[in-house]
């Protein structure tokens, strides 16, 4: 089976339920695979994990809100599947090397986790899949 084409189907079911509580079991069951699998074929196909993907994209939609709306950060925190407006900042530093509260008042949304796309390029004579994450390329 083509291994892009499952972290592509992964993907497309992450981006239909980011809203949602999401677990790997739940991707699993709704797209017949093995957790493991995903796992396995995710991190290989994108060097990364399928929690920090989602993490990521929540992250970012959280920032765009934070930027565009003025939702209170507690709400946006909940929003984005945190239990605490405290957790919620910690991660949020983490990617955006800044608080929510900094990152509002400067009101420019700069996405940090775009959705994953695979771009197929031919080098060569293989194929090979490149991934755009956050408008860079990742091998």
């Known amino acids: 089976?083509?291994?892009?084409?499952?972290?592509?189907k992964v993907v497309d079911y992450i981006e239909?339920?980011?809203?949602?509580?999401l677990s790997l079991d739940t991707?699993?069951?709704a797209l017949n695979y093995s957790k493991f699998y995903i796992i396995r074929k995710f991190n290989e196909e994108t060097k990364c994990t399928v929690y920090k993907y989602i993490q990521g994209r929540r992250l970012t939609?959280?920032?765009?809100?934070?930027?565009?709306?003025?939702?209170?950060i507690i709400e946006i925190a909940y929003e984005a599947h945190y239990?605490?407006?405290?957790?919620?900042?910690?991660?949020?530093?983490q990617l955006?090397?800044?608080?929510?509260?900094?990152y509002r008042r400067r009101g420019e949304y700069y996405p940090?986790?775009?959705k994953l796309r695979a771009c197929l390029y031919n080098?060569?004579?293989?194929?090979?899949?490149?991934?755009?994450w956050g408008g860079k390329l990742a091998a």
Do not use: R, W
């Not at 239909?16 to 509580?21: K, S, Y």
């Not at 080098?123 to 755009?132: D, Q, S």
């Open 1 to 8: 089976m083509n291994h892009t084409l499952v972290v592509k």
């Open 16 to 21: 239909a339920h980011l809203e949602e509580d």
């Open 27 to 29: 991707i699993a069951s």
């Open 61 to 72: 939609l959280a920032a765009q809100k934070l930027a565009e709306t003025d939702t209170p």
């Open 83 to 93: 239990s605490s407006q405290q957790a919620f900042s910690y991660a949020f530093y």
């Open 96 to 102: 955006y090397q800044c608080s929510p509260q900094i």
């Open 112 to 114: 940090k986790q775009i």
């Open 123 to 132: 080098a060569f004579g293989a194929t090979k899949i490149m991934y755009l």
